[in-house]
């Protein structure tokens, strides 16, 4: 009787975990969809019509509105690809400067909007944000390939014209870890045989999607109601002998642990959930 209580309880752990692990994967697939969609809409009405019909208040509001079709993320935005020949021009046009992205101990010292960053220096191209959900304008006119972890994103993006994730980083004017998706925006309808090099130069911009991944899952698992029964931690396993903690405790207090996979649709990095138990047996 025992041996089956404990076979009942690994069903129950793998059947909750499993249940949790679907919903938040199906929830990012279909915000990714619609971030993809929204790179298709720049491509339409930014770069195909002369003059634009997208401006900053347009984006802001359509970004806005539509914000329930996108769960999970918390906010998106355009960068446009600049060459340095284009840049003197692109800041007249603009009338501001783009900007360096600061790094983690110089955003401790000072506010990082804006109006208090340096200036980028000298770079062959530069991605700056020119279009922003509300939620995240304290990133626009700032060079996106001056982080680490954005500038890899927009060159795989670009060059494999699919959505690619970073590895999970502490976001501006977070507290928490995120990830970033990132799709390129292209200025002609590319073959689909197009090779990395013809997808480079037809690049004009990329759209991206930030998550915060902490406050995000929170709130699907309060959803469920099921918080005193499991515990639920998510992981960037990417590089397998250094399982990155995105959203948990971590704190492994029992011999019964449940491990389900999640495809957030970039075939480059791996995520699992790990659960367990509140209550031992
Ligand atoms: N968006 C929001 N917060 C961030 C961030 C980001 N990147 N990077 C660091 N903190 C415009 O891939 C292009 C968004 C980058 C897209």
């Known amino acids: 009787l025992s041996g089956s209580i404990a076979l009942k309880r690994v069903d129950t752990l793998a059947s909750m975990c499993g249940e949790r692990a679907r919903m938040l994967q199906d929830q990012f697939n279909v915000s990714m969809n619609h971030v993809h969609a929204l790179a298709i809409l720049v491509s339409t009405f930014h770069h195909g019509k002369n003059p634009s019909a997208i401006d900053q208040i347009t984006f802001g509001e359509y970004t806005e509105r539509t914000a329930f079709e996108r769960p999970l993320t918390s906010g998106v935005a355009y960068a446009v690809k600049v060459l340095h020949s284009e840049r003197e021009q692109f800041e007249k046009q ?6 360096k ?28 944000v020119i279009l922003t959900q509300e939620t995240v304008s304290h ?13 890899e994103n927009i060159l795989r ?55 915060d991944v902490p406050s995000l899952v929170e709130k699907l698992l309060q959803q469920l109601a099921s918080k005193q029964t499991i515990v639920v931690n998510v992981y960037d396993t990417t590089n397998a002998s250094n ?7 971590d704190v492994i207090d029992t011999d019964l642990v449940h491990v389900s996979n999640l495809d957030f649709g970039d075939p480059s990095r791996r995520h699992e959930m790990r659960c367990w138990f509140k209550q031992k047996a």
């Open 94 to 99: 603009q009338g501001w400067t783009i900007k």
């Open 243 to 249: 399982a990155i903690l995105m959203y948990g405790s």
């Open 157 to 211: 993006a670009r060059a494999s014209g699919k959505g690619v994730l970073t590895s999970p980083f502490k976001l501006l004017k977070s507290n928490h870890l995120g990830v970033v998706l990132t799709f390129a925006v292209y200025n002609t309808e590319l073959p689909l045989d197009a090779t990395p090099e013809q997808k480079i130069e037809a690049c004009v911009g990329y759209l991206g999607a930030s998550y």
């Open 139 to 151: 990133i626009v006119s700032i060079d996106m390939m001056s982080g680490k972890d954005d500038r």
């Open 101 to 128: 992205m600061e790094s983690e101990d110089q955003t401790l010292v000072q506010d990082c909007s804006p109006e208090n960053l340096d200036p980028a220096p000298l770079q062959d191209e530069y991605a700056p």
